[in-house]
T-cell receptor, first 111, second 114 residues
Framework: GDSVTQMEGPVTLSEEAFLTINCTYTATGYPSLFWYVQYPGEGLQLLLKATKADDKGSNKGFEATYRKETTSFHLEKGSVQVSDSAVYFCASNQAGTALIFGKGTTLSVSS | ETGVTQTPRHLVMGMTNKKSLKCEQHLGHNAMYWYKQSAKKPLELMFV???????ENNSVPSRFSPECPNSSHLFLHLHTLQPEDSALYLC?????????????FGEGSRLTVL
């Protein structure tokens, strides 16, 4: 069945460092791809999404590009801030099916 | 203020207790979900309701019983739980009906089973 795999955390960075969180998916068709973020003590919220190959989702300085050839949707940010400390979830879904989440990657940014 | 509100935020119960979790969405959505979030595991979809009708149940034990009286409210009734049921229970809603990727989550109810 469909699945999502993301890099194990935690990821620990200094402020203004470059961030990459890897995510790959397996799917029989062409899913939509998502990154959700969960700040401490809160529920998940959608960060960005891409619905077809080569689409780039972006929000709050974060970006991810839907790569069909490598079945990947890696999350990147050029300069992280302390306020970006959170758990990041990669997810995929095909029309008519439930959203499938990865295990989450914890990001900790220090000043 | 989030558009999806969950109560209580924290709950401690014994294995013989009966309790309920409540979720209310103020977004005009027509699908609602319960997820279980445990440490080191992917989020587990438990139940999906679309237009107040249950459309998905991922083999959840019968000690969890959902109820959706209208499109704005969702409950999760709990009875005779096990310690391994301790987790964060997240409610979510979506605009376009079941199984879309854009979900709006509540802050969760942290459940501890003693």
């Amino acid at each position: 069945g469909d699945s999502v795999t993301q890099m194990e955390g935690p990821v620990t960075l200094s402020e203004e460092a470059f961030l990459t969180i890897n995510c790959t998916y397996t799917a029989t068709g062409y899913p939509s791809l998502f990154w959700y973020v969960q700040y401490p003590g809160e529920g998940l919220q959608l960060l960005l999404k891409a619905t077809k190959a080569d689409d780039k989702g972006s929000n709050k300085g974060f970006e991810a590009t839907y790569r069909k050839e490598t079945t990947s949707f890696h999350l990147e940010k050029g300069s992280v801030q302390v306020s970006d400390s959170a758990v990041y979830f990669c997810a995929s879904n095909q029309a008519g099916t439930a959203l499938i989440f990865g295990k989450g990657t914890t990001l900790s940014v220090s000043s | 203020e989030t558009g999806v509100t969950q109560t209580p935020r924290h709950l401690v119960m014994g294995m013989t207790n009966k309790k309920s979790l409540k979720c209310e969405q103020h977004l005009g959505h027509n699908a609602m979900y319960w997820y279980k979030q445990s440490a080191k595991k992917p989020l587990e979809l438990m139940f999906v309701y679309s237009l107040e009708e249950r459309v998905e149940n991922n083999s959840v034990p019968s000690r969890f019983s959902p109820e959706c009286p209208n499109s704005s409210h969702l409950f999760l009734h709990l009875h005779t739980l096990q310690p391994e049921d301790s987790a964060l229970y997240l409610c979510a809603s979506s605009r376009e009906g079941q199984n879309t990727g854009e979900l709006f989550f509540g802050e969760g109810s942290r459940l501890t089973v003693l």
